[in-house]
């Protein structure tokens, strides 16, 4: 099936620093999101992005759709201990209507 | 967007029995998914529940194994049968609504099979 290759897997970053992942795939996705679950929590919608090229904040949260439409980065500035957590994006084929998710990316921050 | 009532929250079964696991949401919605969340892992998509007709399972899972119900547009229930600690894992429903494209998860039902 279609895979989302995600990265890195794991971070641990001091409190304050900026963080950044992405995701590349072979495929042409539609529509990129990106999440992320909490320890006994389902995952929640951080950002959405619909369009190629398109960059898209949500506070300290900034994510991008690539030009190519087979990537997409999220960036997190100054981050704070809430940031822990696992952070997945995943994405939606074209004419398709379930999603496809990455392997995740788990955040650890020491303070 | 919708709000997602899943339950239970967590259960911890015998090997060989069922556990019907239930997802309500607050308004109507079109598409409703149930994943399952291995320990450690990513998330995999077990079926799309359609409503007033059968279940659209993906590759590697059948219906004797995880039957499916969607009777109206705000509910539907997965069953997890002839339980095996194999299946040990997070039960997600997510819904779909039109109105911002987004997709939306309930918190999951931790099922530990022993």
């Known amino acids: 099936g279609q895979q989302l290759n995600q990265s890195p897997q794991s971070m641990f970053i001091q409190e304050g620093e900026d963080v950044s992942m992405n995701c590349t795939s072979s495929?042409?996705?539609?529509?990129w999101l990106w999440y992320k679950q909490d320890p006994g929590e389902g995952p929640v919608l951080l950002i959405a992005?619909?369009?190629?090229?398109e960059l898209t904040s949500n506070g300290r949260l900034t994510a991008q759709f690539g030009i190519t439409r087979k990537d997409s980065f999220l960036n997190i500035s100054a981050s704070i201990p809430s940031d822990v957590g696992i952070y997945f994006c995943?994405?939606?084929?074209?004419?398709?209507?379930?999603?496809?998710f990455g392997q995740g990316t788990r955040l650890t921050i020491n303070p | 967007s919708a709000v997602i009532s899943q339950k239970p929250s967590r259960d911890i079964c015998q090997r060989g029995t069922s556990l019907t696991i239930q997802c309500q949401v607050d308004?109507?919605?079109?598409?409703m998914f149930w994943y399952r969340q291995q320990p450690g892992q990513s998330l995999t998509l077990i079926a799309t529940?359609?409503?007033?007709?059968?279940?659209?399972?993906e590759s590697g899972f059948v219906i004797d194994k995880f039957p499916i119900s969607r009777p109206n547009l705000t509910f539907s229930t997965l069953t997890v049968s002839n339980m095996s600690p194999e299946d040990s894992s997070i039960y997600l429903c997510?819904?779909?609504?039109?109105?911002?494209?987004?997709?939306?998860f309930g918190s999951g039902t931790r099922l530990t099979v022993v």
């Open positions: 992005l619909y369009k190629a090229g």
């Open positions: 495929s042409i996705f539609n529509t």
């Open positions: 997510s819904v779909s609504e039109l109105v911002n494209y987004g997709y939306t």
């Open positions: 995943a994405g939606q084929l074209r004419g398709a209507q379930k999603l496809v």
């Open positions: 308004s109507q919605v079109t598409m």
């Open positions: 529940a359609n409503q007033g007709s059968e279940a659209t399972y």
